[in-house]
């Protein structure tokens, strides 16, 4: 019977393990794709459809103070400024790589 009961626990305690793994999987993803796309917000709003940016906006540094007002740590001008390089450096990221953050079945 004392080997019954363990077992038990120890299926529950595996299919909680796999659950929670699949959790932060899957938050992780979200969070992932949630900087790209504050990445590519910026970058367009820094440009403005033009082939460059125009210097001087101040936007990473006023958006830094909205975000951490509203939201709370995690949004300093330097997080903000990696968002953007994110952007810039995987432009197609979505298209490329959300597929392969996905849980394999």
Not at 29 to 40: A, L, R
Not at 88 to 105: K, M
């Amino acid at each position: 019977m004392a080997s019954v009961i363990s077992k038990i626990y120890s299926d529950i305690a595996a299919l909680l393990h796999v659950a929670r793994a699949k959790a932060y999987h899957t938050v992780n993803s979200i969070i992932v794709e949630t900087y790209w796309k504050i990445g590519q917000h910026i970058v367009e709003e820094e440009q403005a459809g033009k082939s460059r940016a125009e210097y001087g906006t101040k936007l990473i540094e006023n958006l830094s103070k909205y975000l951490t007002g509203t939201f709370g740590k995690g949004f300093s001008e330097a997080n903000l400024q990696n968002m953007r390089n994110f952007y810039l450096v995987y432009p197609e990221f979505p298209r490329q790589c959300l597929g392969n953050l996905s849980w394999p079945d």
